[in-house]
Nanobody, 121 residues
Framework: QVQLVESGGGLVQAGGSLRLSCAASLRSGAMGWFRQAPGKEREFVAAITWSGGTTNYADSVKGRFAISRDTAKRTVYLQMNSLKLEDTAVYYC?????????????????WGQGTQVTVSS
């Protein structure tokens, strides 16, 4: 059973930064971050492969967010800079055992419980 535990969410002012962490019970395949705002569908944010660290990002966060992984700690991070009001959402960590990443939530079999990120003006 794959376990994912997110941490690092909170309240931040617009323009500020937060770093999310996802502790995983695996270090193969790929990891993704998704988010869901109230009344909206879950959307892709960023993904990374455990092997090689290949990344991809949603256009809305490119240049502001950075995903990384620490294989020794089996932890994936999402560094979020220049946060905007529209980044407010519950952020979910997800994992898939397939080597390459995906921006489709249906391709991820394992999910964390989510962590709230609230950006205020």
């Amino acid at each position: 059973q794959v376990q994912l535990v997110e941490s690092g969410g909170g309240l931040v002012q617009a323009g500020g930064s937060l770093r999310l962490s996802c502790a995983a019970s695996l270090r193969s395949g790929a990891m993704g971050w998704f988010r869901q705002a109230p009344g909206k569908e879950r959307e892709f944010v960023a993904a990374i492969t455990w092997s090689g660290g290949t990344t991809n990002y949603a256009d809305s966060v490119k240049g502001r967010f950075a995903i990384s992984r620490d294989t020794a700690k089996r932890t994936v991070y999402l560094q979020m800079n220049s946060l905007k009001l529209e980044d407010t959402a519950v952020y979910y960590c997800a994992a898939r055992k397939v080597t390459f990443s995906s921006n489709n939530s249906a391709d991820y079999a394992y999910w964390g419980q989510g962590t709230q990120v609230t950006v205020s003006s």
